[in-house]
């Protein structure tokens, strides 16, 4: 089992960055595949990012394609999520999520762990 922490949300301007980090308890981090989602206000969640064991394949949504990167440092547990020219639709609960399956995993479904969650705040 593994617990996962989110931190570095926050209110920021738009076109500004933030950068997520999710940290987790436990010595078999890097089985885990990970991902991001986000659940804007009054909105279901959806699927942020994935990254892959190894960190070698990462998969992004479309809408943030080319602003967010995943990455993960294995020694230090931890995945994170630097989100740059940041926009007000970016605004929700940030989650990171754990699965066992192999490889990037796109569908929530797929995770098997979850975080509490981190707000990110941005204005107009």
């Known amino acids: 089992q593994v617990q996962l922490v989110e931190s570095g949300g926050g209110l920021v301007q738009a076109g500004g960055s933030l950068r997520l980090s999710c940290a987790a308890s436990?010595?078999?981090?890097?089985?885990?595949?990970m991902g991001w989602f986000r659940q804007p206000p009054g909105k279901e969640r959806e699927f942020v990012a994935a990254?892959?064991?190894?960190?070698?394949?990462?998969y992004y949504a479309d809408s943030v394609k080319g602003r967010f990167t995943i990455s993960r440092d294995n020694a230090k547990n931890t995945v994170f999520l630097q989100m740059n020219s940041l926009k007000p639709e970016d605004t929700a609960v940030y989650y990171c999520a754990a699965s066992l399956s192999i490889g990037t995993v796109v569908p929530g479904t797929g995770y098997d762990y979850w975080g509490q969650g981190t707000h990110v705040t941005v204005s107009s």
């Open positions: 990254i892959n064991q190894n960190g070698g394949s990462t």
């Open positions: 436990g010595r078999t981090f890097s089985r885990y595949a």
